[in-house]
């Protein structure tokens, strides 16, 4: 006799001894399925790449879910204008009274994540600000499917470009996080944790992940200086009150890209969908970045982690499976 076990579309799984005799049965199992999700509002306004977002992983995804939140400019009609039909739009009203910690950015993520219907396997979440590179989504692919079967594997971890003041360089400080969260089980004890930034299940237990060695290029803090000061101020606005988001983000015209950020030059290359952003670019640094000198504390953790692989003090937000 011999056991198989298939798996159903209701995520089940059904074992079934057969004799091995029995050559000529043939069982018919659906394909993996993958879902897109984001959340976005006033992208217009605050110069998000959410079309190149959502654009750099459709590829890859069956469906795509776009919370797009009331705005104050055509961010539906930008949407829209992607014109996929895997692009599935809600559209949603933000809290704005709620800001402590961000909340809101996390309940307008499981908005969308809510609505991807559950045949779907695996659901990729991708922020308004980030872009995946061509390159790794046959990588991206083939780790889904490799660990879909897997029951201890509840996400995917990315590692992290963050993109600073230009598109030419990477913020090396330890106010970067390295990793996180992006691919998760359409699971419906899973949420979107704190601020948006990963992702929990149940009672707030941590997900169990494997690390997919691929990379996230975040491009947040790559805008006109003008539209970056603006930007800063309504995001500081969800988590502070009026007076302090200013009070915080200061009165300056435009945001204060002085080079005093600890960076280095990236070298790689961009996703195709930014190319015609970043060639649009109309801003500079007025100093060499490279050349900032790096605090002690910093040296001493990068000397650390440069011949230990830990990084001490940082914030985990996963359980990393071997």
Known sequence: MVLFQIRLKNKQHLWILLPKSCENIIVVLHPMKVAGFTFVRNALQYDYPVVQAICSILPICDYFVVAVGKSEDATLELVRSIGDPKIHI???EWDDSLREGGRVLALETDKAFQAIPPEYDWCFYIQGDECV????????RASMERWL?????EGLLFDYRHFYGSYDFIGRSRRWYRREIRIVRNDNRIFSYRDAQGFRKGNGAKLRVRRVHEYIHH???VRHPGVQQQKQLHFKKMYLSDEDALNHVGTYVNFPYDGSEPLERFDGTHPAVMLP???AQNWHFQSDPTKVRWP?????SNWIEKWTGWRPGEYR???LLK
């Open 133 to 140: 590179h061509e390159n790794a989504l046959p990588s991206l």
């Open 149 to 153: 079967n897997d029951p201890q594997t």
């Open 90 to 92: 809600i559209e949603t």
């Open 317 to 319: 937000n996963y359980v």
């Open 219 to 221: 491009y947040g803090w």
């Open 296 to 300: 002690l504390k910093d040296r001493i």
């Open 277 to 279: 952003r970043i060639e």
